[in-house]
């Protein structure tokens, strides 16, 4: 990586111009116009993809309808979005070493594109998943894509600004996916989830392909097909697994510890396989980036945000549309304001990051979304639609004051000759949480809420008595952040580091 930096950097200025652009950048909080070109489209396509993550919890509702299918089937239209991306993101640090900046963006968009159209076609479930698989394996490519671009070309000083930006994406562009599909479903068929996204997609795919140009410089690296084969083993089952703890309550065969213990079992593999790999620089996934604590610390508490932010956002539209009775619109709008606060805080937060470092917001945060969580285990089916949405609102705000410094400290915390694979890392390791967490909080409700239903409770009181289970779940297991977040610390200046990139 730092070969690749030094390069550019060489190509495009004498050291003296190469330092006077640092400074540029530092003092005035400027980039480049062809940085903050590159940097503005992946950003705007990363968030268009990174939205239908989870535009389809609210139609899960629809779709078992229509389609005649079950609550646990349905949301493999996001688990299998998630469990695809997890697949996938280790792969980019190949793909990001090896290709220029250009083709990779446009593989990704085509993908995507190409998705979005099976869905749209499709004439059942089935395809409606291939569509779904599709589309993820697009969208795992731009957030890795987007964040390499970012260590490469931000200095470390800004970082906290930029990275304020791609929060929004991270976080935001999933919060507003229930309330774009609720307003679509409340007037049209599900299908035009994905017809008014496809023009988008390809209007931002023929932007790159005009616009997008090439800031590294790729060289000659071997993928390992074992490492993928093992990756792909080691999470499917892991998270296929999960969802079959819902399963289990209805009487299915398969008992769930068994995919769960194969992925265990194959997730060492692929552990054991990437250390030897490593040594030589051959690793899919190298994971000398756990030698630094604050990464490590880090990305154990973005992984349980995330499992915190998708579980909350398949959860509560069901609550709402189940156990209070509204309709898939209403579901969205609750959920509205909290996105919009997320993506107003972004950028404040990036700053008072590059101010303050990351304890002063992570500390704040993670006790205001622990108290949310608590609450939310006393909802019943009575319970106000105002303290909902009022309850989503603080969990956003909570939300906000994590993700910029978690993302900052822990991807700043890596040398930069292991950005790519830094970057690969956060990102498996964010869709595997958001999997886990919408499949741990499914299985948990499906499970507290066939109890009550065979004890002879009515239908709405069972499923909010599963509701708050599965938040118990969740609150219990997000006291482990509130911890960590004590921990975590503003990564330092590393003699490695170039001087100006």
């Known amino acids: ?18 330092d006077q652009r640092l400074t540029t950048s530092d003092e005035q909080g400027r980039l480049p116009a062809r940085d903050k070109l590159v940097i503005g489209v992946l950003m705007v396509s990363a968030f268009v993809v990174i939205l239908n993550e989870t535009i389809m919890g609210v139609a899960i509702p629809s779709l078992v309808r229509d389609l005649g299918i079950t609550v646990g089937a349905g949301q493999w239209l996001t688990t299998a979005f998630l469990l695809t991306m997890a697949v996938v993101i280790p792969v980019t640090g190949f793909l990001l070493q090896r290709f220029d900046t250009r083709p990779v963006f446009l593989t990704a968009m085509s993908l995507f594109s190409l998705g979005t159209l099976i869905a749209a076609l499709a004439p059942g479930f089935g395809v409606l998943v291939v569509g779904r698989v599709v589309q993820a394996g697009g969208t795992a490519i731009m957030m890795p894509l987007l964040m390499t671009t970012v260590l490469n070309l931000v200095p470390r000083t800004s970082r906290g600004r930029i990275m304020g930006n791609i929060s929004i994406v991270i976080s935001v562009a999933p919060a507003l996916g229930p309330t774009i599909s609720g307003a679509i479903l409340s007037v049209l068929d599900w299908r035009w989830m994905f017809w008014l996204v496809l023009p988008i997609g390809l209007v931002m795919l023929v932007i790159g392909a005009v616009k997008m140009q090439n800031v590294t410089t790729p ?27 819902g399963a289990a309550s209805a009487g299915s065969t398969l008992p769930p ?16 396989r990437q250390l030897r790999l490593q040594k030589r620089d051959a690793a899919l996934l190298d994971l000398r980036v756990f030698s630094s604590v604050n990464f490590t610390i880090s990305i154990v508490t973005i992984a349980i945000a995330m499992m915190a932010l998708f579980g909350t956002i398949i959860l509560l539209p069901i609550y709402v549309q189940n156990v209070l009775g509204m309709t898939p619109f209403v579901s969205g709008l609750v959920l509205l304001p909290g996105g919009l606060t997320m993506g107003l805080l972004g950028p404040v937060v990036g700053r008072i990051y590059d101010r303050r470092g990351p304890r002063v917001l992570l500390v704040p945060g993670t006790l205001v979304v622990s108290a949310v969580f608590w609450s939310l285990t006393q909802v019943t089916e009575t319970t106000p639609i105002l303290l909902v949405l009022v309850a989503h609102v603080f969990l956003s705000i909570g939300l906000a004051l994590i993700f910029t410094p978690l993302l900052t400290s822990a991807l700043g915390s890596v040398k930069p000759t292991l950005y790519s694979h830094g970057s690969a890392v956060f990102g498996t390791v964010q869709q595997l949480a958001g999997a886990a967490g919408t499949a741990l909080f499914i299985s948990v409700l499906t499970i507290q809420s066939t109890v009550l239903a065979g004890e002879g409770t009515g239908t709405a009181a069972a499923m909010a008595g599963g509701v708050r289970a599965a938040f118990l779940y969740g609150a219990f297991i997000f006291l482990l952040a509130v911890v960590a977040s004590f921990f975590i610390r503003a990564p330092q200046e590393t003699d490695d580091e170039p001087a100006a990139v």
């Open 219 to 245: 060289r000659a690296s071997a993928i390992d097909l074992v490492s993928v084969v093992l990756s792909a083993l080691a999470f499917g089952g892991i998270v296929y697994g999960l969802s079959q703890l």
């Open 257 to 272: 510890w068994l995919p769960l213990a194969l992925g265990v079992l194959f997730l060492g593999l692929f552990v054991l």
């Open 1 to 18: 990586m730092t070969q690749r930096t030094t390069s550019r950097v060489s190509d495009a200025a004498p050291p003296e111009k190469a």
